[in-house]
């Protein structure tokens, strides 16, 4: 499976953005889908996660104010990203999980300005 994310920019704290990441290969609906994000001199790290029926998981730093959710029908996933801090600033990956094989897209990036 192929993932291609978008949606990323420059905005200042407060504001909202909404990430895509289109996706192409068989069965999209059997894949557990996630959000990952990498900040500079830092590792990767777990954002939020919706599996196949729809079930959803965040880190704590994004409670609240992220919320994950899966088209199906087209074969996209998306990141609903409100209330945004510099802290949440990094390139963002979208992740689809399935068979214990993860594929990873190439990253957006979102920087948030204080």
């Known amino acids: 499976v192929q993932l291609q994310a978008s949606g990323g920019g420059l905005v200042q704290a407060g504001d909202s953005l909404r990430l895509s990441c289109v996706t192409s290969g068989p069965a999209f609906d059997s894949y557990a889908m996630g959000w990952y994000r990498q900040a500079p001199g830092n590792e990767r790290e777990f954002v939020a996660r919706?599996?196949?029926?729809?079930?959803?998981n965040y880190a704590d730093s994004v409670k609240g104010r992220f919320t994950i959710s899966r088209d199906n029908s087209n074969d996209t996933l998306y990141l609903q990203m409100n209330s945004l801090k510099p802290e949440d600033t990094g390139v963002y990956y979208c992740?689809?999980?399935?068979?214990?094989?993860?594929?990873w897209g190439q990253g957006t990036q979102v920087t948030v300005s204080s």
């Open positions: 919706i599996l196949s029926r729809g079930v959803t």
């Open positions: 992740n689809a999980r399935r068979l214990a094989v993860d594929y």
